[in-house]
């Protein structure tokens, strides 16, 4: 018997009293600020209770529904402080921890994929797992041959879960909208859904991992621990210790901070240039600070289960794109984004204007380093989200390619963290490291 509430209805009617209970709670609202309360107290009152329903139900229903409550929890920096705040706690805990499976049904998995003998395989197993994710849980063991490992079990039932999760999510998705202001969540569910078989096979998973590994082995920046065994539901892979990238959001210096917003943001760039794919899932959650042989700051990788195939990693259009947008050339600029999609061919476009809707958001690059601050990207939400604003008005005339839905998702997911973090990072030079087009090309001898 399964431990992960799998059954349609029962999660069906889980989800529809999310949206049941926003409504509940705005008539209780009103009802207090009848009684004499205040618009103020009441709202943040709201706002707790909120989130409180809203995570409680996303973390015990695992599944898409916690996967969703992952992939907002790194826009929290786009919110306003008084609406940020009650989320922020329950935010962490999705990021790094769900109710687990009991030993019995993770025993059973065990032993339905790698064998009833497979205790044999580990000198030691932990049953408390160390970690829980939407999909699976990991547990620390021991391998036959002596190394740490890290063992990841997928739910029983997860696909089902996804799948029901997602497609009811979709359903209310213009109701959780103010969430994140200036962000359509459908599309962000919609390429959730598509991507769910892809999340359940380990196969796939593994073989990401394994290549990020063999690229990256022996870096002095990145960490990433090596496949071990890889089954039909469990996936064994080196331990790997660290600060949680939470923890440092939560409790760590600036130093800290620092070195893990630019190590981050060197492996979001480096990754596509040097492996052919990009690591598609950058909560906080998935990454760990570790302390170098050299006593320097590395970063640790987690959870390919997510990735985008690049083979000639990032395209050169986002990179020539914000060359000549720092360039002000907003004809260039222009001419590059109507080429690739971005501006719909029935649809024509002030230039001028285009350049100006972007100059905000390349402001990170045009600087030797740039400090990310909640503060900026609240700016950033408010300018893009509030429907009497011009950048409002021409952002809902542009196009996002399906080429690029995963890349945007992740951009936005970093510099998210990357607020979060309140991080100084030479964006700059990573760019002009990594990223294709982003540097004038050399003109060839005799041109």
């Known amino acids: 018997m399964s431990d992960l509430p799998r059954k349609a209805v029962t999660r069906t009617v889980k989800l529809a009293a999310l949206p049941l209970g926003i409504a509940g709670r705005a008539t209780w609202g009103l009802g207090k600020r009848l009684g004499g309360k205040s618009a103020e107290i ?3 009152e709201l706002q707790q209770r909120t989130a409180e329903q809203l995570f409680r139900v996303l973390g015990e229903l695992k599944g898409g529904a916690m996967k969703f409550g992952q992939a907002l929890s790194v826009f929290e920096s786009a919110l306003p402080e008084e609406v940020a705040g009650p989320y922020r706690a329950a935010l962490t805990k999705l990021q790094e921890a769900a109710p687990p499976l009991p030993a019995g049904t993770v025993h059973q998995v065990l032993a339905e994929r790698l064998g009833d003998n497979w205790r044999d395989l580990f000198l030691e ?4 797992p160390s970690a829980a994710a939407s999909i699976g849980q990991v547990h620390r063991a021991v391998w036959h041959d002596g190394r740490e490992v890290a063992v990841k079990v997928q739910y029983p039932g997860a696909g089902e879960a996804l799948l029901s999760d997602l497609t009811q999510l979709g359903r209310f998705a213009r109701l ?3 969430l994140i202001p200036g962000m359509d969540l459908k599309p962000l569910i919609t390429e959730m859904r598509d991507r769910i078989e892809e999340e359940l096979d380990y196969e796939l998973e593994a073989e ?3 290549s990020h590994a063999d690229v990256f082995a022996g870096d002095p920046d990145v960490v990433v621990p090596d496949v071990v065994h890889q089954g039909e539901q469990v996936l064994v892979t080196e331990w790997m210790e660290g600060i949680p990238l939470s923890e440092v959001i939560s409790d760590g210096t600036q130093e800290q901070r620092d070195a893990a917003g630019q190590l981050l943001a060197r492996f979001l760039f480096s990754g596509p240039a ?3 794919l990009l ?18 700051l590395r970063l640790g990788v987690l959870d390919f289960g997510t990735v985008d195939r690049l083979p000639g990693g990032l395209p050169a259009t986002i990179g020539r794109s914000l060359r000549m947008a720092l360039e002000g050339d907003a004809e260039a600029v222009y001419e590059e984004l109507c080429a690739e999609g971005f501006v719909r061919s029935s649809i024509e476009l002030d230039p001028d204007a285009v350049l100006e809707y972007l100059g905000p958001i390349i402001e990170p690059a045009e600087v030797d380093e740039f400090t990310f601050t909640r503060g900026w990207i609240r700016g950033q939400a408010a300018r893009i989200a509030d429907p009497r604003s011009p950048a409002h008005q021409l952002g809902k005339q542009l196009n996002l ?17 990357l607020c979060q973090l309140g991080a100084t990072v030479r964006l700059r030079e990573e760019l002009q490291a990594w990223l294709p087009g982003f540097l004038a ?4 001898l005799g041109d």
């Open 441 to 444: 090309e050399e003109p060839a």
């Open 42 to 44: 009441v709202a943040r």
């Open 401 to 417: 390619p399906p080429a690029y839905l995963l890349i945007h998702r992740v951009t936005l997911s970093t510099i998210g963290v």
């Open 176 to 178: 959780l909208g103010p």
């Open 125 to 128: 197993f932990e049953d408390k």
């Open 208 to 210: 990401a991992q394994r």
């Open 274 to 276: 040097r492996t052919g």
């Open 279 to 296: 690591h598609a899932d950058p909560h906080p959650g998935n990454f760990r600070l570790l302390e170098g042989a050299d006593g320097g």
